[in-house]
C-alpha cells in the first residue's frame, strides 16, 4: 500500500511549533488508526545535536538506539508514545557526508556531482527508506529552520520533487506561519504569512493547509483573508492558538476538521470507530489539567536560562504530578549563583538536579546535593546530579576533602568521578559518550527496587564519566548504597541513602522514557515523595 506523506513546513521566524504541530498531525492520525510516524530535518550542518550548547539549541534528545537528536524527537515520542530511532532526524552533514564518500568510491561513475540531483536523492531516498521499512501507512516529516533560509533550500526541493514523483493525492504540505495582533491596533495581520507563502511559492511548493500561530482563535475575516492571498480555501486555514497545554492542540485542530481534510486529500474514507482511542488519549490530557494541590520544586541546574534545555525533564515532572493529582511547580535556578543562597532549598518540597557537563555551576550542585541531604529534603540527580551527589557525599561523610570528578579537577586525590576506561583513547567529541539504552540490574531490598518493581530495567545513557568502584564500600559504611549496575558490575547506575526521607540518583537519562499518562518510575516516586 503506498504511504502517504505530510510534510511541516515554517515561516517568518523560527519556534514557531512546527514541532508540536507535526506531533498534534501525527497524532490525530494515530488515533484514527493510522500507522504513522514522525521525521524531523535539520537543515544545520552539525552532524547531529551532540555538541551543541542547550541554551542556544535546546535539550539534545537521546533515542533508545543511540542518537542524540533535535529535541522534536522527544515531542514525537512523547506524543505518539512510542520510540522514534535515530535514523528519524536527518541533518545536512548526513546528507553530505553520504554523498562525499559514495562519490570518493566512484559510485557517480564520473558525474559531476551537484545539489540536484545528488544531494536531493539522497534527501528522497532516505524518507521513502523509513516509510518502506516500518511500512507506514502516513509519514509526516518537518523541515527544521524557515523558508528562506539558504541552509533549507536543497531539502524543500527534494519534498516538492517527492510530491511531483509520489502524486499530488499522496503528498500534503502544511505551512506553519505566524499571524501577530498587534495590541496598539487590536487587528490580526497576515502580511508575514502572506509574504512566507510567497517565499514557498517561489520554490515551488503550495501549500496545501495553513496553520496559523496567532494568540487568540482566528477570525472567520482573517482566514478569508489568508486564503484570498494565499490560494489556500478558508476549509484549509486552521488556527493554531496558544492554549494551556501542548497536549491540547490535537483537540482543536481535530475540532476545526483536519482529519477530514487530511483524509479527503488523501482519498481514505470508511475508517472505522474511533472513540475508543479518543477516550483514552483524552483521559490523559484531562490528568495534565485537573490535578489539584501543588508540589514546589526547585531545579537547580547549569542551563536554566533555557527551559528548552531540560524540556523532557519539565514534562517526566508534570506526568507524574498528573498521575499522582498534583500540580508540579518547578522553579529554575542557576547551579552557579546558588552558592551563598542554598538556605532558599529549604521552602520547596523536593530538589532535582539534571545532567550537564563542565566545571561551570559544579560546586553549586554539590552544595546542593549536601544541602538537601543535611536537611532531609527530597534529592533526585541524573547523571551529573547523580555523581555530583556522590562527590558531595565523598567530601562530607567519608572525609574526603579533596573528593571530586576528574571532568573538573584532573588532580584531585580521591577521584569519586572518573572517566570511563574506553573514553580515555577518544578524540571526536562527537558521538563518543556512552549512549543509548542500557540494561541495569536492580539490587533488592532498596529504593530503586521498589520504585521499579523489577529485578531488571532498561534505559538510555548520555555520559563520558562514571562513579569510581574503588570507593564503594567506604560509601556504604557511611550509609550511602549503589542499588543498581550494569555492563557485568562495571557501571554503578543508581544511588540512595536509607536513612533519607528521598535521597535518589540515576546515571542514566530516565526522563526520556516518560510519556503523557505513563510517568517514569523514578520521577512518580520523587513526585510522591515530594509531595508529602
Same mark, same amino acid.
Given at each position: ?153 536543497p531539502f524543500l526541493e527534494a519534498l516538492r520533487q517527492l510530491r511531483l514523483e509520489e502524486g499530488s493525492q499522496n503528498v500534503i504540505f502544511v505551512h506553519v506561519t505566524l499571524t501577530p495582533s498587534l495590541d496598539v491596533v487590536g487587528e490580526q495581520k497576515t502580511k508575514p504569512t502572506q509574504h512566507s507563502v510567497q517565499e514557498l511559492r517561489r520554490i515551488g511548493i503550495q501549500p496545501d493547509i495553513i496553520a496559523a500561530r496567532c494568540s ?58 474511533? !472513540? ?14 485537573? #490535578? *489539584? =494541590?501543588?508540589? @514546589?520544586? /526547585? ?46 532549598? !529549604? ?14 555551576? #559544579? *560546586? =553549586?550542585?554539590? @552544595?546542593? /546535593? ?163
Open positions: 500500500m503506498q504511504t502517504k506523506f505530510i510534510f511541516v513546513t515554517g515561516g517568518v521566524m523560527s519556534g514557531l511549533g512546527k514541532g508540536v504541530m507535526t506531533s498534534s498531525i501525527a497524532k490525530l492520525l494515530q488515533l484514527s488508526n493510522q500507522k504513522v510516524s514522525c521525521v524531523k530535518i535539520d537543515p544545520y550542518l552539525n552532524y547531529d545535536a551532540g555538541t551543541m550548547n542547550p541554551i542556544a539549541h535546546g535539550e539534545v534528545f537521546v533515542t533508545e538506539d543511540g542518537g542524540e537528536c533535535d529535541m522534536d524527537i522527544g515531542n514525537y515520542e512523547r506524543f505518539l508514545n512510542q520510540n522514534i530511532p535515530k535514523t528519524h532526524n536527518i541533518t545536512t552533514a548526513q546528507i553530505y557526508s553520504t554523498v562525499i564518500e559514495a562519490e570518493r568510491r566512484g559510485e557517480y561513475l564520473g558525474a559531476c556531482v551537484q545539489i540536484i540531483p545528488h544531494v536531493t536523492d539522497e534527501i528522497k531516498r532516505r524518507i521513502r527508506k523509513i516509510a518502506e521499512d516500518e511500512k507506514l501507512d502516513i509519514l509526516v516529516v518537518e523541515c527544521g529552520g524557515t523558508v528562506g533560509d539558504i541552509e533549507s533550500l487568540s482563535p482566528l477570525h472567520e475575516s482573517t482566514k478569508k483573508k489568508i486564503s484570498m492571498f494565499t490560494n489556500v480555501t478558508t476549509r484549509d486555514v486552521f488556527s493554531c492558538h496558544d492554549v494551556e497545554s501542548i497536549f491540547m492542540v490535537p483537540q482543536i485542530l481535530y475540532d476545526q476538521g483536519i482529519v477530514d481534510t487530511i483524509f479527503t486529500k488523501f482519498g481514505k474514507f470508511g475508517l472505522v470507530n474511533t !472513540s475508543a482511542n479518543w477516550d483514552k488519549w483524552n483521559s490523559i490530557v484531562n490528568s495534565l489539567q485537573t #490535578a *489539584e =494541590g501543588n508540589v @514546589k520544586i /526547585a531545579m537547580v541546574g547549569k542551563y536554566v536560562t533555557l527551559t528548552d534545555s531540560y524540556v523532557s525533564v519539565n514534562h517526566a515532572l508534570k506526568h507524574a504530578g498528573a498521575k499522582i493529582g498534583k500540580v508540579v511547580s518547578i522553579d529554575w535556578i542557576d547551579s552557579e549563583t546558588i552558592n551563598g543562597n542554598v538556605d532558599d532549598l !529549604s521552602k520547596y518540597d523536593g530538589v532535582i538536579v539534571p545532567g550537564g557537563f563542565g566545571s561551570r555551576g #559544579a *560546586e =553549586g550542585i554539590i @552544595k546542593t /546535593a549536601n544541602y538537601t541531604r543535611e536537611k532531609n529534603i527530597p534529592y533526585f540527580g541524573i547523571c551529573f546530579g547523580f555523581q555530583l551527589a556522590a562527590v558531595a557525599f565523598g567530601r562530607h561523610m567519608c572525609d574526603f576533602k579533596d573528593a571530586n570528578s576528574t571532568e573538573l579537577d584532573q588532580n584531585t586525590t580521591n577521584p569519586i568521578v572518573d572517566l570511563l576506561p574506553e573514553q580515555k583513547t577518544v578524540s571526536n567529541m562527537g558521538g563518543s559518550l556512552r549512549l543509548g539504552a542500557h540494561e541495569i540490574l536492580v539490587k533488592g531490598n532498596t529504593l530503586a527496587h521498589k520504585t521499579y518493581n523489577s529485578d531488571k530495567v532498561i534505559r538510555r545513557h548520555r555520559h563520558r564519566y562514571e562513579i569510581n568502584k574503588k570507593y564503594i564500600d567506604v560509601f556504604e559504611k557511611n550509609g550511602m548504597i549503589f542499588s543498581a549496575e550494569s555492563d557485568n558490575a562495571k557501571r554503578m547506575e543508581m544511588l540512595e541513602i536509607p536513612s533519607h526521607k528521598f535521597y535518589f540518583g540515576v546515571q542514566f537519562h530516565p526522563e526520556f522514557n516518560s510519556r503523557p499518562g505513563y510517568p517514569e518510575e523514578a520521577f512518580e516516586a520523587f513526585i510522591s515523595a515530594a509531595s508529602k
